[in-house]
């Protein structure tokens, strides 16, 4: 079915007339073959090879500038959203977190080098500092240590252009969201053997929860020379704070403490208006691209990265509020410096080699990164705190009490110390000119480290010291069944350090496991159109699940829950998606995807990611007398999740200020669709202007249920216009 269904579009666009297309090499090194639109040409981060979309034998999709500016996307969590079986959860206002089929996203990196992603603690989420976002949906074991079934996002940086250009935008829209950016790149001396770019975006918005506002700062500068005709070199700094008002630190009720549904507004909000949670990064990255002899070429990419999140919290997040007097729901206040230091590199060489009179192509490489996080001792004076920890009256609330005092005595309370090292290499052999092989290992070194201090700064003891190594096996395989359409599959092991511990406090093993995938891709328009089909299939062993066995309210003495190993776990998926140009005019994105992941019991598990997953976007340039103008649209649909949380027995008629009867059961959020809408009108070369739509409906749903026993709701209607300028 799924041959026919490419054969048959195969022959439905195969007459259609092709765009010219322009191969993007630097110094011998493929990085993207650039399309207009929504297409690429080639991408090299599954497997460090250049190879074609088609030619990965992995679930790959890359989300260009195009698109982007065409549909607003100013973060990553707004890209990720329009990515095909990528699921995005808030836990509140500064928590975002990632998943794909059916288990969170851990692997990032910087233009190929690994880094990390700590939710409510990332500052790397905007979109002016990338040129594309590439997304490897299932294990990426060979070029990323922490292998696992989710996914893998590339974040490619955004680089100096040889000839002179610039942009500048405005944007204004709902909540009172401003936005200013501006991009210019071009050569720093005659002959262009020296080019520069320096870009800066500038944010300031309310927002649709009650009390919520953020400013974000965000600047990039980087350099990059030709030192020989064989020799690049590229160095930059970028820099992103973000000072947020109002955050909150958990969910709304989902009910009152009679059992009965609170059916909140999507502005609910018990915040102080003082909470926050501040962030700061700044990087400091260089990559030296060298031409080796035999047209092999050595890439070295190095990122230096400094951030820091300042979390003062107050926040209602538990409890069960009365229906007549809106009390009973208490509060929880924190008070946390977080520092982080990270150095992450990454570096191999590729090129062709000749076997048996055919020519084939190897890559060797290592990366890695050393990571060390810290936690301050600063903490609140619990003993002076000037505000109730209860609210009085939900429904009343103002936001409006004072500040706590703090004790801040700047010394280390906890570090974490993170090193991975590993050695990959891979060879792609050519059988024969229909048949490619993929043959690959990498060799892995995870060792994490936990030391305590006392107020003093002083070394208190080890929590925890672990290390592992493991080697991981790559193997896939492309066959062209036709000149547009090839068949793949792939095989990857899984290993996934993890730092959840069980009632003992001691470190879980790591997940082990296997995954494997089996497609179809085919190339139509010439390439501007790439569509791909795949079955997948993961087996893992040693999951974290929280422990049923231990008592509400348990925390080991880091104040984490505490897990239990589940072996036994596989994940089973279909995915489809189609991307690119269809015509001169006509841009598409469509894509679905099926996840199921069960126990070894046949019980359903991830039961917070969804089972289905539907998005569709599309822009169309019209002419004649409306020449200029592009209009678009998406809609994504998501079917239901759900998860355990304590609420109260419904019609319970416990007296207030009491603890009312409790409940384990389920919690849900339904399926539903976003829609949205786009229009861009071009007065000519230079100038343009856009409206953007999204929840066009204003739909009510919630992004996370369950945390606190508490749902968070998705944002409203947002309508923003923009003015860009080029030149």
């Known amino acids: 079915m799924l041959l026919l269904a490419l054969l048959a579009s195969s022959a439905l666009v195969g007459h259609a007339q092709a765009a010219d297309d322009e191969a993007a090499t630097v110094r011998g090194v493929v990085v993207t073959g650039k399309k207009d639109g929504y297409a690429v040409e080639a991408t090299d981060s599954a497997a460090k090879l250049p190879l074609s979309l088609r030619q990965t034998p992995q679930s790959v999709t890359v989300i260009t500038t195009e698109r982007i500016q065409d549909f607003g996307l100013s973060s990553i969590a707004n890209v990720l959203e329009q990515t095909t079986g990528i699921t995005v959860q808030e836990n509140d206002s500064n928590r975002v977190n990632f998943t794909s089929r059916g288990f969170s996203i851990s692997n990032f990196q910087l233009d190929g080098a690994p880094t990390s992603y700590s939710s409510g603690n990332s500052v790397m989420g905007d979109t002016s500092l990338y040129e594309r976002i590439e997304v490897i949906r299932g294990a990426a074991g060979l070029v990323t240590g922490a292998g696992d079934p989710s996914a893998t996002i590339n974040l490619i940086r955004k680089t100096p252009t040889r000839d002179f250009a610039g942009s500048a935008s405005v944007t204004a829209g709902s909540w009172s969201r401003g936005r200013v950016e501006a991009d210019v790149s071009g050569p720093l001396v005659a002959s262009g053997r020296v080019r520069g770019r320096v870009s800066a975006a500038f944010e300031d918005r309310e927002s649709h929860i009650d009390f919520y506002e953020e400013k ?6 980087v350099v990059e020379a030709d030192l020989t005709s064989s020799t690049l070199v590229r160095l930059g700094y970028d820099y992103l704070e973000a000072t947020p008002r109002g955050s909150t630190w958990g969910t709304a009720p989902l009910f009152y403490r009679d059992g009965t549904p609170t059916d909140l507004s999507p502005n609910y909000s018990v915040a102080a208006n003082w909470s926050t949670w501040d962030r700061n990064s700044s990087s400091l990255y260089g990559v030296i691209q060298q031409d080796l002899p035999g ?9 230096q990265r400094d951030s820091e999140s300042t979390a003062l919290l107050y926040y209602g997040y538990g409890g069960y509020p009365d229906p007549v007097d809106g009390s009973g729901l208490f509060v929880a206040d924190y008070y946390n410096v977080y520092q982080e230091e990270e150095t992450g590199f990454d570096l191999f060489a ?12 190897a890559v060797i490489g290592v990366n890695g990164f050393d990571r060390e996080a810290t936690t301050l001792n600063d903490r609140i004076d619990a003993s002076r705190r000037p505000y109730a920890m209860t609210i009085p009256d939900f429904r009343n609330w103002d936001g409006r009490i004072p500040e706590p005092y703090l004790l801040k005595y700047g010394t280390p309370a906890q570090t974490t110390t993170t090193k991975e090292t590993g050695i990959y290499g891979a060879a792609r052999l050519n059988p024969s000119d229909r048949l490619k092989v993929i043959l690959g290992a990498r060799s892995t070194r995870w060792e994490t480290q936990v030391d305590l201090f006392d107020l003093a700064g002083a070394y208190v003891r080890t929590s925890s010291d672990y290390a592992d190594e ?6 896939g395989v492309i066959y062209d069944l036709t000149s547009q359409i090839s068949a793949y599959a792939s095989y990857s092991d899984l290993f996934k350090p993890q730092s959840n511990k069980d009632k003992n406090n001691n470190q879980l093993a790591p997940v082990i496991g296997a995954s494997y995938e089996l497609g179809l891709k085919g190339e139509f328009l010439d390439g501007d159109l790439l569509a791909s089909t795949v079955l997948f299939y993961a087996q893992q062993d040693n999951l974290a699940a929280l422990d049923a066995s231990v008592p509400d309210g348990f925390f080991l003495p880091d104040g984490s829950s505490a897990y239990v190993a589940v072996s036994g776990a596989e994940t089973r998926g279909f995915e489809a998606e189609i991307t ?8 598409v994105v469509s894509g679905y995807t099926y996840a199921y992941t069960e126990d070894a019991s046949g019980t359903r598990i991830s039961t917070l990611s969804p089972r289905h997953i539907a998005r569709l976007y599309s822009t169309y340039d019209l002419g004649g007398p409306l020449e200029g103008l592009r209009i678009g649209g998406g809609l994504n649909w998501q079917s ?3 998860t355990l949380a304590t609420i109260p027995v419904p019609g319970n008629t416990s007296a207030p200020g009491t603890n009312p009867p409790t409940l384990r059961t389920n919690v849900a959020q339904d399926a539903y669709v976003l829609a949205s809408l786009t229009a861009r009108y071009k007065f000519n070369d230079h100038l343009s202007a856009q409206l953007n739509v999204d929840n066009l409906f204003d739909k009510t749903y919630y992004r996370r249920v369950g945390f606190y026993n508490g749902g968070f709701f998705g944002e409203p209607r947002r309508v923003t216009v923009s003015l860009r300028a080029s030149f």
Not at 350 to 361: A, C, D, N, W
Not at 470 to 475: D, I, K, M, Q, S
């Open 640 to 642: 239901g999740i759900y």
């Open 470 to 475: 493991r080697v991981t096996p790559y193997v």
């Open 216 to 221: 974000k700062t965000v600047a990039m500068a």
């Open 295 to 303: 047209d092999w070429s050595l890439r070295l990419t190095l990122n």
């Open 350 to 361: 590729s090129g062709p080699f000749q076997l048996f009179g055919r020519q084939h192509e």
């Open 580 to 587: 690119g140009k269809v015509s001169e005019r006509w841009n």
